[in-house]
């Protein structure tokens, strides 16, 4: 046509090759599981830094290989070994991750939606882990520490002895799961950062293991529940300036709090002591409420002015033991309702 004009275009194609790992090598008594041989690849060589590796089965090993660089994991099925990888995008749906240190780029995705997971995930600023799906994440002496965005929307997270969840930046918990403890394992989450729940209403339960073991839960940074309840049943340990925020709860209903400092509960936002032992010396401010539906306060809880005291609920009530006295002392508004009772020490 008149006036045409060229149109120039410039593009590139991500090509990622793909390798699936297929043990072709060797059978028998004494399998060869090395990654390093190509035999044992679909393409009979070994995956280069920019391919796209997938695990379906069997037990590929590259820890002799020192750490490695990878564009793509995908992991459903078997069991892999590595001393450790820098990869972009890891996905683990099923088998076993044991793994040295896995760090991601500041452009890195882990979606987790199943399986096991074992060694050290760093996730730095810009990167995000997607917890996915109705089965179980399970962390097997794994540890965990989030620089970036965590994403929990499905499944439980079941933890051993010896893991430990770091949110240093934002963790949000869009799920009403629970964290379990295993095989008398005593997990830590230690949250320095944002823990924010939303969108489900129900009751997210940090809880210890059937029978035995228990998760302890460490609060210095900001608690906001949007939605529904953070139900804590192990041990919970807050540390002054810590921050309770959101319309929804932050509730005890088992176990034991340990909390010392100022601590604050913004507008809007509750803390209810509903089951176990609350201790330690803590002054509430803030402009928030504070409820006791049950449970024994063992500590010097103190309530500023704009605290609101709610008392309530058909539970009894425990205000210090022998030899553990208990002191609740309010100095703004409080409301009695129920028909549970107060008992108290001789020195509460």
């Not at 199943?114 to 962390?139: F, H, R």
Request: hydrophobic content about 40%.
């Amino acid at each position: 046509p008149a006036l045409n004009t060229d149109l120039s275009v410039s593009f590139s194609v991500d090509y990622h090759p793909v390798y699936v790992f297929t043990y072709g090598s060797q059978f028998g008594l004494t399998p060869n599981m090395n990654w390093s041989d190509g035999a044992n690849w679909n393409v009979g060589s070994v995956p280069t830094a920019d391919a796209r590796v997938v695990i379906n089965n069997y037990a590929p090993d590259n820890t002799s290989l020192g750490s490695l660089q990878l564009y793509r994991l995908d992991l459903s099925g078997g069991t892999l070994t590595t001393s450790g990888m820098l990869i972009t995008n890891l996905y683990v749906s099923g088998g076993a991750l044991s793994a040295g240190v896995i760090t991601l780029p500041n452009n890195g995705v882990f979606n987790w939606s199943g399986g096991i997971i074992a060694g050290a995930y760093n996730v730095p600023a810009g990167a995000t882990v997607n917890l996915t799906g109705s089965a179980d994440k399970t962390m097997s002496f794994a540890t965990l520490v989030n620089n970036g965005t965590v994403i929990w929307n499905g499944g439980n997270i079941v933890a051993s002895y010896g893991s430990a969840i770091s949110n240093n930046a934002t963790f949000v918990i869009q799920s009403s799961g629970f964290l379990y403890g295993y095989n008398g394992g005593s997990p830590v989450f230690n949250n320095n950062g944002l823990l924010q729940k939303t969108i489900s209403n129900g009751a997210t339960v940090i809880s210890p293991e059937l029978g035995a073991g228990t998760w302890t839960f460490n609060q210095n940074g900001t608690i906001d529940v949007e939605n529904g309840v953070l139900s804590l049943q192990s041990q919970f340990n807050v540390n002054g300036g810590a921050v309770f925020a959101g319309p929804g709860e932050t509730r005890v209903d088992a176990g034991t709090i340990l909390i010392n400092g100022t601590n604050t509960i913004q507008a809007g936002a509750t803390v209810e002591l509903a089951g176990g032992t609350w201790t330690g010396t803590n002054v509430f401010t803030g402009a928030g409420t504070f409820v006791w539906s049950g449970g024994t306060i063992q500590a010097t809880l103190n309530l500023q002015s704009n605290i609101a005291l709610n008392i309530t609920g058909t539970a009894g009530k425990v205000l210090g033991v022998s030899g553990a006295p208990g002191f609740l002392r309010s100095a703004g508004p409080g409301t009695w309702t129920g028909t549970g009772t107060v008992s108290c020490g001789s020195t509460s």
